[in-house]
């Protein structure tokens, strides 16, 4: 597994578009239909906004009393959910649904959760 993320600062408002590069380079073996999860790439972001009436806030003692700053910050985590599809050069499945070894079968069935029954 090989993840990196990529990213800029703006310090400017600007016209031109900012772009921030997440990836992800797994390899994994999988069904054809079957869904893989890829993630675990996490960024934090933190942004401080100061305020200030104009002329008022740079005041030397009272200049306090005209400003503010403020800090927020966020979390993101990328999930990426893959489901291959085995297509001929024709661009038909190769499989149908029922020829998928895991879509018959689907979920094993899960025992009845009993209050206060213990586990082993």
Known sequence: ??????????????????????QVVSTVNVWDGQTVVLGGLLSETVTTIKDQVPVLGDLPLVGRLFRSESKTSGKKNLLIFVTPTLIDPAGNRLHTDEEMPFAQTGFPAQPPVVAGAERN
Request: proline fraction near 9%; glycine fraction near 10%.
């Open 1 to 22: 597994i090989n993840q990196s993320l990529a990213g800029g600062l703006i310090m400017v408002p600007t016209v031109l578009p900012h772009f921030t590069v997440r």
